[in-house]
């Protein structure tokens, strides 16, 4: 790796003791010493979010009871955070981003972004007039093989893209259990108004754009809720069509049981196709025209500049889901320490503009779902 | 195995020299001895009908030019052939099936069945009035995991059924190529209404409705011809609604530059999934709730009897293509020898039924296609 | 297919009813269409021998009590047997062979070849002066990509072969079950001198000179019997030493719980290597240095003349262990053609020549292992 | 995770800026925020090593140009350094550790341990003496699965075992080119006696006895040196014979092309047996006597308490290469944590015996492959 400045001044928003999400940012974060933490508010209410952060070490004047105290605490401070990521349920990320933006700070927000369109381009707005860097955690895109198959994609090497398959299929909410994790993710109220459709159907929709950068035209969507009683979709069907006349298939469900978390992607064009399974992140199948599969593997030969880049370890010793979280958050430190220097790189995290077309995604999938699955213009 | 009759006399329409699928048919009704080629009219010209006829070696009297000629003359020997197989390019199903029927033959007809409902209600009716065999090679029906599958699945293994994912991936029609196979695949007077939906997609329908038994309510297509000039489609996505109210996908593709005849089939229930691939298919994934993964062999521990009775050889011992195309032979010839003794058991193998309801799935997906891909009554 | 003769008339010896490898070879036999079974001696007593020859339809007079009648009797017929199969336990096979041998029949004969090298060669010098086909059913020879890897090994497409792993994994001697089959191949009586080595480790060893050409110059042995009681080796580790200077590794177990049939071939050059399993016999992985891996696959681009003459479906649509089974039987049939036709093809099928190295080999192991394991000239 | 003290001082010799395993120390010191770099003497001349501490950070006065300043400098400090990773070429291992370890560091040392058995008890006595912390990273048991299999085997699920076999396939040394990597790895004055044996093959060995807890007896070797011109092995075959009974195969090659850093390990029982593959290290395969297999994934259902504490993220998010190296360091540093409150937990993290271990291995195996191969006592 280059050289690089002093680690980023990091505070938390959400990411306790018991979120699963929390510590992932905190071990991706670490991953390459770019961040410190210095700050966090880390769960909703007072009392368990100081117990959070004294058991991360917070010093006790930065370990805030509220999401409020920690912007105005921080921004206050010569030695305040810079960069604020938020990992709360889904509902706050709306208020937290927009005063985050507003305070000036750097972001990295999960997704689903906000709520609804309106929320999202709010944000938007915001972030537009302060110019601090707004990464959502789409973490998928962090993935050495994915950057690859975007390259290659873009490159044009599979030709023209006809078809595109994108499923996401887990199991863990077959049944009413599901610990905290599904809790408030089958409530409307705290994960917004999708289910599986807004925890991982936005991560495929997001990946099929990232890898392809093909344009959605129109979708028919058919939502189910499989489990009595759940408020929120826990399966979505839908059929994609992209400007460019391509076609796409998209599925996501969270009641498939035995499935973990089985994010899979194929992208056929006139010439080739590529196919990635996140469960076995190391492997993408390149098939070309009247010619053997190949198989390319992270770190082995025939990869591109990209896939280097995101790419810690020689081949065969795998990286995974980690190694490609903190690829988002490298790639922010980067960019924040160009920006420094007033360059302007094109980002290869997620950005705003990913989150916005997440919400909006949600919203065109859910009018569809309305109507019956009609298709319905994106 | 147990004890049999002689062989049955048996004749082949179509299925000449170059066809792929006659070569199948021949060394599937072969492999357990319960078959003889007495007679055939093997292609669509006389010169090439014997020149095929030659080649296998039939008596010149009964190595017929055309199809006519071949349904009157056994029907007119006293060791005329009891059984006809037809293995011609879909338009001619209809026309030779039902004479073949009206003349009292035993019938083993390809998919799909016929081109219209009209035509298939026409076949359903005469075969009512003469009681004999009639089966359909919907050969993916003969494998012992899926005979697995549906035992476990009709017992309630699997609990109440959710969701099903059927997908049928090929690749060998991303171009205009793809020789004598292709030729008629993708012309419709030959191939019927339907290209890849017809081929393939009607495989897809009949292997869920085989393991799972669920009847269809509703679905909504998305057809698209890829290859330009192409008169059919090449690609199909079609989202299922079942009367129980369980869900399904449908996807079947010809242009997948890579596939090669990945047909693949996952069922979910409130208890469990089960997964398989026709490219791998001595393997069974069986998922339960909250328990590790099992895998299911074929002829490996853990199995049921159904699965038994069509498994040849021990565990890691591979069958495959074959092996589960003789499974729909012998059990044709298992149930003529019942017949013969009075028995009537239920078949196994897929019959004029499964027939009738693949072309009515095309059809109504037609129809939905038609209609903007608007959900659509099945 | 080509067109060819008259089916040969063909008698087996062995292979009754319970016998798993008798019903093996005549699936194999009839796939093609080469094969006629005319007569049998099919089991050890007369009446099992004849109560499996009624089942199988053989006419009563050549449904014999015992092989010297069958051999006896088929000879002094006109149009007797033309070619015998003999598929007994281990120690019939010498008395067997020698005199159809001198009778002057074709032979197919189940491994390993005989017991003593004495006897392979008292075989090897009836049978050169007699001039007829005499096959040993080394069967995975006859897989369409073992038939791949051989013709690129001996094409230089690895460049110098400098490693080769053979491994044969299987799990069903775990314990003292495993019925009939278990039964007499745990008995020296009938089995010969040597368990898992002989009935596995030897299509390990002839695999590799198959696809290899490799000679054998000297190896070092470790035999084990875990099974308690057990009077043969059930566990085989066998270092070996090329003339070339290549060096190899040689694996075959029958107490690895969970392995079904599960043999492997690597072969490591210096520009390449090939790796096959046997329990997913349509893929042969090839590296080559600094590439990525290509996925050969069976009827899919890339092979060449070898694999497709032995290969019957298009790509996808899998072939398995009984068409590899009748790869040999048909081989032998085409020979038995051409010799009539007074050419001399070089056979692809395994002849006496393997089934003598076989005898060798578990002699030299036996040797090595009876000596503490000590590296023994081959 | 629980909560824990401040992070231990670090400080680093070796590792510099172009080497590959320094910066996997550094992301698995960094990812769970057990450790702060405090000082380095990262590369073997004062120059590179400076220029790679400014790189990272080091502060001045602490980046030191060689290994015996870093010693006796943080020594000195109040604040120095608490535990030393060494991470240099081997011949490197014995002087740094020795002195470390007389200083009073806690050590991380990597492996293969020192070049000779004299060495290797020399600093065996050396560290009984102050009692501190001495890890080698034999980094693989860090795995979550591998600490499952471990669980199983010592709890006896898997009965008594009869089988180990180990295998270490490579494939970057198969031409003189490699790099730097490469470079030092084949010279005897930097990487010790061994080639492949010493850099996989001890890797090998160490998951066998972590695992199993197999004594070694006796072994035979057969060592080989495939490219013209290699002063050291690259190929190791090794056949065990453990004290128990039980019997193995080591196999550790890095000329096989195509092969990148696939460890697998399979241990059979009397009663069951696992399989494991380190390029696929999330899933352990777990056969029973006649069940069907089970797939244990990591996270997943079925899993005991060791697994679980090794394990950071649920199921389906793959972890891989630093986590498992992360494991070692947060083993250790839970140890050094535990000392300082008078506790003496059992290590899971590999010691200072292991290290000595694997020397001893090594010498065996040297022994062994000298004698022509005779079977040696350990």
């Given at each position: 790796?280059?050289?690089?400045?002093?680690?980023?001044?990091?505070?938390?928003?959400?990411?306790?003791?018991?979120?699963?999400?929390g510590?992932?940012?905190?071990?991706a974060?670490?991953?390459?010493?770019?961040?410190?933490?210095?700050?966090?508010?880390?769960?909703?209410t007072?009392?368990?979010?100081?117990?959070?952060?004294?058991?991360?070490?917070?010093?006790?004047?930065?370990?805030?009871?509220?999401?409020?105290?920690?912007?105005?605490?921080?921004?206050?401070?010569?030695?305040?955070?810079?960069?604020?990521?938020?990992?709360?349920?889904?509902?706050?990320?709306?208020?937290?981003?927009?005063?985050?933006?507003?305070?000036?700070?750097?972001?990295?927000?999960?997704?689903?972004?906000?709520?609804?369109?309106?929320?999202?381009?709010?944000?938007?707005?915001?972030?537009?007039?302060?110019?601090?860097?707004?990464?959502?955690?789409?973490?998928?895109?962090?993935?050495?093989?994915?950057?690859?198959?975007?390259?290659?994609?873009?490159?044009?090497?599979?030709?023209?893209?006809?078809?595109?398959?994108?499923e996401?299929?887990?199991?863990?909410?077959?049944?009413?259990?599901?610990?905290?994790?599904?809790?408030?993710?089958?409530?409307?109220?705290?994960?917004?108004?999708?289910?599986?459709?807004?925890?991982?159907?936005?991560?495929?929709?997001?990946?099929?754009?990232?890898?392809?950068?093909?344009?959605?035209?129109?979708?028919?969507?058919?939502?189910?809720?499989?489990?009595?009683?759940?408020?929120?979709?826990?399966?979505?069907?839908?059929?994609?069509?992209?400007r460019?006349?391509?076609?796409?298939?998209?599925?996501?469900?969270?009641?498939?049981?035995?499935?973990?978390?089985?994010?899979?992607?194929?992208?056929?064009?006139?010439?080739?196709?590529l196919?990635?399974?996140?469960?076995?992140?190391?492997?993408?199948?390149?098939?070309?025209?009247?010619?053997?599969?190949?198989?390319?593997?992270?770190?082995?030969?025939g990869?591109?500049?990209?896939?280097?880049?995101?790419?810690?370890?020689p081949?065969?010793?795998?990286?995974?889901?980690?190694?490609?979280?903190?690829?988002?958050?490298?790639?922010?430190?980067?960019?924040?320490?160009?920006?420094?220097?007033?360059?302007?790189?094109?980002?290869?995290?997620?950005?705003?503009?990913?989150?916005?077309?997440?919400?909006?995604?949600?919203?065109?999938?859910?009018?569809?779902?309305?109507?019956?699955?009609?298709?319905?213009?994106?």
């Amino acid at each position: 790796m280059t050289s690089y400045r002093r680690p980023l001044r990091w505070a938390m928003v959400g990411g306790g003791a018991d979120a699963f999400i929390g510590a992932v940012h905190r071990h991706a974060a670490a991953l390459d010493g770019r961040y410190q933490l210095v700050a966090g508010a880390l769960s909703s209410t007072p009392e368990r979010a100081k117990a959070s952060g004294e058991a991360l070490g917070l010093p006790e004047e930065r370990n805030y009871g509220t999401w409020e105290e920690l912007l105005s605490g921080e921004k206050a401070r010569e030695d305040g955070a810079e960069i604020i990521s938020i990992v709360t349920p889904n509902h706050l990320h709306f208020p937290v981003a927009l005063l985050a933006v507003q305070a000036g700070f750097h972001v990295i927000c999960d997704k689903p972004l906000v709520h609804t369109l309106a929320q999202a381009r709010e944000l938007e707005a915001a972030a537009a007039q302060v110019g601090k860097v707004f990464a959502v955690t789409y973490n998928y895109s962090g993935y050495p093989l994915i950057r690859q198959a975007r390259e290659m994609v873009r490159g044009g090497q599979l030709g023209e893209i006809r078809k595109v398959i994108v499923e996401y299929h887990q199991g863990w909410l077959a049944t009413k259990q599901g610990g905290k994790q599904a809790e408030w993710r089958t409530d409307p109220a705290r994960s917004g108004p999708a289910g599986a459709l807004g925890d991982i159907g936005t991560h495929a929709e997001q990946l099929v754009a990232y890898v392809t950068g093909l344009e959605l035209d129109a979708l028919a969507a058919e939502l189910t809720r499989f489990v009595p009683g759940r408020a929120l979709d826990d399966d979505a069907s839908v059929l994609l069509r992209f400007r460019s006349g391509a076609r796409g298939v998209l599925l996501a469900s969270q009641i498939e049981i035995g499935r973990e978390n089985d994010l899979r992607l194929s992208v056929f064009g006139t010439l080739g196709s590529l196919s990635w399974r996140q469960e076995q992140p190391n492997e993408l199948l390149y098939d070309q025209l009247s010619a053997p599969r190949q198989v390319l593997t992270r770190g082995g030969p025939g990869l591109g500049e990209a896939a280097a880049r995101a790419t810690r370890l020689p081949a065969g010793h795998p990286e995974a889901f980690i190694e490609a979280f903190a690829n988002i958050y490298s790639g922010v430190a980067d960019d924040v320490t160009a920006r420094e220097s007033g360059e302007k790189p094109e980002p290869l995290y997620p950005t705003l503009k990913d989150g916005v077309q997440g919400v909006r995604f949600v919203e065109r999938v859910l009018a569809s779902s309305a109507a019956g699955g009609r298709w319905t213009a994106f």
